[in-house]
Nanobody
Framework: QVRVVESGGGLVQAGGSLRLSCAAS????????MNWYRQAPGKERELVAS???????NYAESVKGRFLIFRDIAKNTVYLQMNSLKPDDTAVYYC??????????????WGQGTQVTVSS
């Protein structure tokens, strides 16, 4: 069973930086895309950034120029470097991965989430 684990959240002052990590493991053949979502209290979950197997990147307008998504293919790990953080970035950040298992069946998997809190 594919497992996705995030880490790196915490409390930071506005203007500061954090780096989130997301590692996928457990019988993975290959990964199609790795994505970061976030959900703030009272709001819907939204896509923050994604990276595909071909290296295509996608960012939410609200984080363009401040956040950077990159990956370590060998480790099935994706990172989210968050700079110039704002209080509006406060949310639980989730990693979402889709790909193929070792039996070539498709999988999709969410991590448990990591809290990011930005103080003003």
């Amino acid at each position: 069973q594919v497992r996705v684990v995030e880490s790196g959240g915490g409390l930071v002052q506005a203007g500061g930086s954090l780096r989130l990590s997301c590692a996928a493991s457990g019988g993975i053949f290959d990964i199609n895309a790795m994505n970061w979502y976030r959900q703030a209290p009272g709001k819907e979950r939204e896509l923050v950034a994604s990276i595909t197997s071909s290296g295509s990147l996608n960012y939410a307008e609200s984080v363009k120029g401040r956040f950077l998504i990159f990956r370590d293919i060998a480790k099935n790990t994706v990172y989210l470097q968050m700079n110039s953080l704002k209080p509006d970035d406060t949310a639980v950040y989730y990693c979402y991965v889709d790909g193929r298992r070792s039996d070539l069946g498709r999988f999709t998997s969410w991590g448990q989430g990591t809290q990011v809190t930005v103080s003003s």
